[in-house]
């Protein structure tokens, strides 16, 4: 996906553009919200869990949140973390996140820019995490981008990043429909007319990353003992990758 797809994004549809269920959508999302964001803090509660679980306990300082959207998960890594910077490529999300912190009583989320330097999240974090994120960035620039957020972990701080990854089992002519559906604009809007989204509806494609280009990135940031678990998102392959720095 583009810079320019996801800025239209985040003015049409910000909240189902985060998180992509039907009552999210921009005509629900009032009656909605509660529900929003407790699915932030279900996917919080469920990836700390975890990294404390594998890599022992968390430092309580600084956390990175890269794609922060609308501080879905910002606003309850507030509550764990004495600060968290949310970084965001949409304007739009941006404000959206700040209201959010201010209706929740949140006083500790600063929501920045994003750009592939990272340069709006200076310093080192407890903990740079990202979900459901990095699977809308090109593979190419999404490895690099790891790479950054990977050089922004403190001394024995943890990461958890979450991308969708090649599946070598696909058929060539799923792979094919795929590109398709994806890539040709007119194909693209055929199929979610037929799926009942409208002509206009916004596409949102899945990028598929080398898991070994992940684990090298970790590696160059001292980070060798990794954990991956892999999830299915419908038919899409991911894994989350957990490691401590240092580890």
């Not at 994003?114 to 999404?142: K, N, P, T």
């Not at 972990?153 to 696909?170: C, D, M, T, W």
């Not at 949102?204 to 678990?229: H, Q, T």
């Amino acid at each position: 996906m583009s810079d320019t797809q996801w800025l239209e994004w985040g003015r049409k549809n910000p909240y189902y553009g985060v998180y992509s269920e039907d009552r999210f959508h921009t005509s629900n999302i009032e009656a909605t919200k509660g529900e929003f964001f407790a699915t932030g803090e279900a996917n919080v509660s469920w990836m700390l869990g975890r990294a404390e679980q594998y890599c022992g306990p968390l430092g309580k300082g600084r956390v990175l949140e890269f794609g922060a959207g609308v501080a879905r998960m910002s606003i309850p890594l507030a509550s764990r973390f004495e600060t968290v910077i949310g970084v965001e490529l949409s304007p739009d999300m941006r404000a959206e996140a700040v209201k959010n912190c201010q209706l929740y009583n949140v006083k500790n989320v600063e929501m920045v820019p994003s750009d592939d330097d990272l340069s709006h999240a200076s310093g080192e974090f407890d903990l740079v995490l990202s979900y459901i994120v990095l699977q809308h960035v090109d593979a190419r620039r999404g490895v690099m981008l790891i790479d950054k957020l990977l050089s922004k972990v403190g001394p024995s701080g943890v990461a958890i990043l979450q991308a969708s990854v090649k599946r070598p089992e696909r058929r060539l002519s799923d792979r094919l429909r795929y590109h398709l559906r994806h890539n040709v604009p007119v194909l693209a809007a055929t199929y979610r007319f037929l799926r009942g989204k409208g002509w206009n509806t916004l596409s949102m494609r899945m990028s598929e990353y080398d898991p070994i280009a992940i684990l090298a990135a970790f590696s160059r940031n001292g980070m060798k003992d990794v954990l991956l678990s892999e999830h299915y998102q419908g038919d899409v392959l991911t894994f989350h990758f957990t490691a401590r720095k240092g580890g």
